[in-house]
């Protein structure tokens, strides 16, 4: 039986033991997955101690992507370019680092959407969270993303890292109300505190879809907020992201893609 795990401190509310399980039955796989707390400062000897005891692979979340994307011997292009990890493999003497949470971005995106290409995405927010999406969004269709962020030499800075992936542009938030797009993703730590980006609420009347990759029990101030500006707007938040990347994650080690969509439901009715 394989043994997997995720890191993370805190970690005891984590929802992937959950998810990862579902997977399991889904596909006749037998496995176990727990949560580990990790203690800042000591991630590669916990990272030795779960090879030793034989674990197959381990999700990672705050706050060790950082120290998983040092420790790995092997990178993935997705994990290199995002420069943190969430899913480390073990095996044939080495440790293998990658990161699926863009790809669970775009997959909840296109179970929502009917197309991504040649869509105008504006990305809010400038963090390790925007920075791990934008390839994949490049090469699921998207033909252009704006990125506008409280600080703008963030948001410089990873338009210089990825435009040769795709059209970018930037800005500071009191310059959206020029910004046209289709789908907004909001990708900053605010509705964490119920808060919102300071930017015009000009981009939502554009807008057909506004993201929050954050969730909690009910919509985030940044939905309504969306959608009490454009009664049309569709607004969702990112416990998909969760299910999917961890789907991508299932993939990575095993090899089969186990179905996103059951798993999301049973995990609405429990959060
Ligand atoms: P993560 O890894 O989750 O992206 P991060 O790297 O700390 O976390 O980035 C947090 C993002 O939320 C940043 O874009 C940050 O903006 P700054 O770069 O200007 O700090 C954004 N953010 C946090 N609090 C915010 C607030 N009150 N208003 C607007 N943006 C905020």
Same mark, same amino acid.
């Given at each position: ?25 889904? #596909? ?6 727990? +949560? ?6 000591? /991630?590669? =000897? ?17 706050? /060790? ?23 480390? @493999? ?5 440790? +293998?680092?990658? *990161? ?17 290409? *040649?869509?105008? #995405? ?22 252009? %993303?704006?990125?506008? *962020?409280? @600080? ?7 338009? =210089?890292? /990825? ?10 938030? =009191?310059? !959206?109300? *020029?910004?046209?797009?289709? %789908?907004?993703?909001?990708? @900053? ?30 919509? !985030?101030? /940044? ?5 009490? #500006? ?12 969760? &299910? ?18 059951? &798993? ?8």
């Amino acid at each position: 039986m394989k043994r997997f795990a995720v890191i993370g401190n805190p970690i005891s509310h984590s929802k992937s033991p959950m998810i990862h399980s579902a997977f399991a039955k889904q #596909l006749g796989h037998e496995i176990t997955y727990e +949560t580990v707390e990790g203690q800042p400062g000591h /991630f590669s =000897e916990l990272i030795a101690r779960l090879i030793e005891e034989g674990y197959s692979g381990t999700n990672v979340t705050l706050p /060790f992507k950082g120290d998983a994307f040092a420790i790995a011997d092997e990178l993935s292009q997705r994990a290199e370019l995002a420069k943190a990890v969430n899913t480390l @493999t073990f095996g044939q003497g080495k440790i +293998t680092g990658d *990161n699926t949470d863009g790809q669970g971005l775009v997959q909840d995106l296109l179970r929502q959407l009917p197309t991504l290409n *040649n869509q105008h #995405l504006l990305l809010i927010g400038a963090g390790g969270a925007a920075k791990g999406v934008i390839k994949p969004l490049f090469d699921a269709g998207i033909v252009q %993303i704006t990125i506008c *962020n409280r @600080t703008i030499e963030k948001a410089v800075a990873i338009k =210089e890292q /990825f435009e040769k992936f795709g059209v970018i542009n930037c800005c500071g938030f =009191e310059q !959206t109300y *020029n910004v046209s797009a289709d %789908i907004i993703v909001n990708s @900053t730590s605010t509705s964490v505190s119920g808060e919102l980006p300071a930017v015009s609420d000009h981009i939502y009347k554009n807008a057909s879809f506004a993201y929050d990759m954050f969730y909690a029990k009910s919509d !985030t101030r /940044f939905m309504t907020h969306a959608k009490g #500006l454009n009664s049309d707007i569709i607004v969702s938040d990112g416990l998909g992201m969760l &299910v999917g990347q961890a789907a991508e994650s299932y993939r990575v080690w095993s090899g089969e893609q186990p179905e996103m969509e059951p &798993v999301l439901d049973s995990l609405r009715q429990l959060i």
